[in-house]
């Protein structure tokens, strides 16, 4: 266990001769584990300290008590510097509105940054083998790109100014088990994990065990895949900062003819490094990447609002980026980029049986699921919209606006569940006839809507 986990910290150029890492201990299996190797491995690796840092949550009352007082007794035993830091994670919870795990992962994180800065050290965290499989799991479930397929990284730069490393992403949970209780220091276990109150729990206790039933090695192959998965993705991000590079003009621009001519995988990349660099990718979703493509493609003097109050117009010859409102005048038209609206929003699929009942509450619909034709996506409305009305003809989403009567502030704010530009369900109002269901429908894709109920108001019952 300690040769590999030097080398996979050789391998990965997770720390070097010199440097200082603090570790993230919360006193159970995973994190005493891996304490123990660093401070095991510190001569070996020429580390200039090793260091560790607790944080006391204040929400699970004599437990988290009891595993502080072990992650002192412990530190104190192998002679390494330990941070406390109490937390009233509850009560920030309900300041900013986050859930308990939310809320709880943020400032953890921003503890971090204030203990490696600090220190002038790196941050180690035990996540191993099958938190990645776990990563993978929930990620595919939940839809996601390549990207969030690739899981943890073993080294991650951290926007809030510090690195973070996982020197025990290729050890088994077995494995970890095995050596932390050779080593006779003993851990403690954390009932919430085995409580099935969150998803990741529910998943590590009912889902992964039947699928190593299954297929033995199922959780060494997930995390083998996202290994394989995010060294391919480096690869890509790599074709398309040299692609951008190209494309950079003197002006600020990038060069729109180019850019069209780029394979459309790489052209997202290039749009999302673009972005990244230029004010960040926060709130950017699949909806503004595909209003990117719709502007590439349609004709000069448009131009798009994306999240952070940033604009990016479509010049001659030239994609330019504008930080701020894009002024208006004669020779323009603007175009709200939609907002990717994915978490105001719960599916769930199912077989369709004999008389197949129809949903009629409001914000709850039952769709045909075989009838979409692409990928499901909840978001606002965008040019080219269009839902199906009996007999199979067309009318677009402007139309049906302007003859509900809805006004026009509030039209850039319904919630809509569209396949392309075929709307599927404008919350609110009605369903495409296309998707309803018939008895041929052999399975049902129920939606629901969770958001802000104000902005789909009709006035009237909701049509089917």
């Not at 809320?103 to 940054?113: H, K, P, S, W, Y």
């Not at 493509?293 to 131009?303: I, N, T």
Request: proline share 4%; aromatic share 4%; net charge neutral.
């Amino acid at each position: 266990m300690e040769r590999r986990t030097a080398e996979y910290i050789r391998d990965n150029a997770l720390l070097a001769p010199g440097e200082r890492v603090v570790c993230a201990l919360s006193g159970g299996c995973d994190s005493v584990c891996l304490l123990l190797l660093l401070t095991k491995l510190a001569g070996e690796l020429g580390l200039a300290g090793v260091s560790a840092l607790h944080v006391n949550h204040g929400i699970r009352g004599e437990e988290a008590e009891r595993d502080e007082a072990f992650c002192r007794e412990l530190c104190e035993r192998l002679g390494v510097p330990l941070t406390v830091r109490h937390e009233d994670i509850p009560k920030i919870a309900a300041a900013s509105g986050e859930s308990l795990e939310e809320a709880g992962r943020r400032r953890r994180l921003e503890i971090f940054a204030e203990e490696a800065k600090a220190r002038g050290a790196k941050v180690a965290a035990a996540h191993h083998l099958n938190d990645q499989a776990e990563t993978l799991l929930m990620s595919l479930a939940r839809g996601t790109g390549p990207a969030g397929l690739a899981g943890m990284r073993p080294l991650r730069e951290d926007a809030r100014g510090f690195t973070l490393i996982r020197p025990l992403l290729r050890a088994s949970r077995e494995e970890i088990e095995a050596y932390a209780a050779a080593q006779g220091t003993g851990w403690c276990e954390d009932s919430t994990n085995a409580s099935g109150e969150n998803s990741r729990s529910r998943l590590r206790a009912e889902v992964l065990p039947v699928l190593e039933d299954l297929w033995p090695g199922a959780a060494r192959h997930a995390a083998a895949l996202a290994a394989k998965l995010a060294a391919q993705e480096d690869f890509l991000d790599r074709l398309a900062w040299k692609a951008l590079e190209k494309l950079r003009r003197p002006d600020g621009s990038i060069d729109a003819d180019a850019l069209r001519r780029e394979d459309p995988v790489l052209r997202q990349r290039i749009f999302a490094l673009w972005l990244e660099e230029n004010g960040g990718l926060k709130d950017v979703g699949e909806v503004h990447y595909a209003a990117l493509e719709d502007l590439l493609s349609g004709q000069s003097g448009r131009k798009i609002r994306l999240p952070g109050g940033r604009t990016v117009l479509l010049e001659q010859t030239g994609l330019r980026l504008i930080s701020g409102p894009a002024r208006r005048d004669g020779t323009e038209t603007e175009e709200n980029a939609p907002a990717d609206l994915s978490d105001r929003f719960e599916t769930r699929v199912f077989p369709a049986g004999k008389n197949p009942e129809i949903q009629k509450k409001q914000y709850t619909k039952r769709l045909d699921y075989d009838t979409i034709n692409g990928t499901l996506c909840f978001r606002t409305r965008r040019k080219g919209d269009y839902l199906t009305l009996p007999g199979g003809g067309r009318q677009s989403l402007q139309d049906f606006f302007v003859n509900e009567k809805i006004p026009s502030g509030r039209r850039d704010r319904v919630p809509l569940a569209a396949d392309g530009s075929h709307i599927l369900w404008i919350v609110g109002y009605r369903i495409s006839e296309a998707a309803k269901i018939t008895d041929n429908t052999k399975t049902i894709i129920e939606i629901r809507y969770g958001g802000d109920h104000e902005e789909t108001s009709s006035g009237r019952s909701d049509q089917q």
